[in-house]
């Protein structure tokens, strides 16, 4: 019974704050986050938004096994839904922030392709009185001596151009909107919480039963695939929590997708994201140093992290296939089997051992993990 309680969406703690976003909390800078969110001018083409791969109707992924923006990027489109309990962002953990992570697709060539530089045009445009009124005046984009239409340190030759021929004081200017877009974004991100779904309600009635409930709450599939989720499946070394995940890194050998080339995991993201100038000890960050215990102590060490992917939250799983961070599996019974047999990993350490289910037992288990979809959105 204990157990089944600290899986329950009722023992959610409050969002922890996050200090280096110092209007992560504030309903204005939810509102303006909203308006970017869904907005395609931050992009090159004016066709992409970060809805285009965070789907409301999908719990803000996207039905496809790789996130297709300006291109098509070869990783599976994590949820958002209750995303900012984690100290890491992204399959590899490659942020230590929401707001650092909002960043980075912006400028992807094959996500929004454009440039922080056009992005801080778009705010004076079009956004300049909620702009100010969270972060202050806005320098005079209108320059264009000083402020190209399109610059940054990107992949394109004429925007990296434009960007390096700029003052540093300007650069840094630009750098600070581009991060208060960040900012906004995490705020609206912070608003998007995992709600009650089916199994909430079982556990609250463990402890107030109600013998008149028809129909049962659970049938008798998904408890046995509930004992088997806590037992035998071992399903909650990992995905323990009221978010069902851990925030940690394993390497679980998920096999490679076709033509897509292995991805490191959290070896590069822990490298990557001690580098990122948008980190919580960066200069555009609102946190004390002392603050950001989680970039400061960090586990570094490459041993136990090639392969290692973030665990992601069971939250509303059976809406959000296929799986993994490519996209491997298309359904539940796959990913069931693959963890029930085992295998070999292609790089580094294998954490995974054969549960030995029958395909009874698998199929039980998969039942239950339906039950896990929240029943209002």
Aim: net charge negative.
């Amino acid at each position: 019974m204990a157990l089944l309680r600290s899986l329950s969406l009722a023992m959610l703690p409050p969002l922890p704050p996050d200090p280096s976003n110092s209007v992560a909390d504030r309903p204005e800078a939810a509102a303006l986050g909203r308006q970017i969110f869904f907005d395609t001018r931050f992009s090159v083409n004016d066709a992409v938004s970060c809805a285009s791969c965070h789907m409301p109707d999908h719990f803000f992924t996207d039905a496809r096994p790789f996130g297709v923006g300006v291109g098509v990027i070869p990783l599976n489109t994590m949820s958002l839904v209750g995303a900012a309990y984690s100290e890491w962002q992204t399959w590899d953990g490659k942020n230590d922030s929401q707001w650092s992570q909002a960043l980075i697709p912006l400028e992807n060539p094959l996500e929004h392709g454009g440039t922080r530089m056009q992005y801080a045009q778009v705010i004076a445009e079009h956004y300049r009185a909620e702009y100010v009124a969270l972060f202050g005046p806005l320098p005079d984009l209108a320059d264009r001596q000083r402020f190209p239409l399109r610059g940054g340190p990107v992949v394109d030759p004429a925007a990296a151009a434009s960007w390096a021929a700029m003052r540093a004081t300007d650069q840094d200017a630009v750098n600070r909107i581009f991060a208060n877009i960040g900012k906004s974004l995490a705020a609206y991100e912070r608003t998007l919480l995992p709600q009650p779904a089916r199994f909430d309600r079982y556990v609250a009635s463990l402890d107030d039963p109600d013998p008149s409930q028809e129909p049962p709450l659970l049938n008798d599939e998904e408890i046995a695939g509930l004992r088997i989720f806590i037992g035998k499946g071992a399903c909650t070394q990992c995905h323990n929590g009221p978010r069902l995940t851990n925030d940690a890194f394993h390497n679980t050998a998920v096999p490679g997708a076709p033509g897509v080339p292995l991805q490191r995991g959290r070896v590069d993201g822990a490298a990557k994201v001690q580098a990122d100038p948008f980190n919580c000890l960066g200069r555009y960050s609102d946190a004390a140093p002392e603050q950001c215990t989680a970039l400061r102590f960090q586990v570094t060490d490459p041993a136990g992290l090639v392969g290692s992917m973030k665990t992601p939250t069971l939250r509303n799983v059976a809406e959000t296939a296929p799986y993994m961070h490519t996209g491997q599996f298309a359904t539940l019974a796959e990913v069931v089997e693959h963890y029930n047999g085992g295998g070999y990993s292609l790089q580094g350490h294998n954490e995974l051992k054969p549960l030995g289910l029958s395909p009874e037992e698998a199929s039980q288990l998969a039942a239950f993990l339906r039950t896990l979809t929240a029943e209002a959105r």
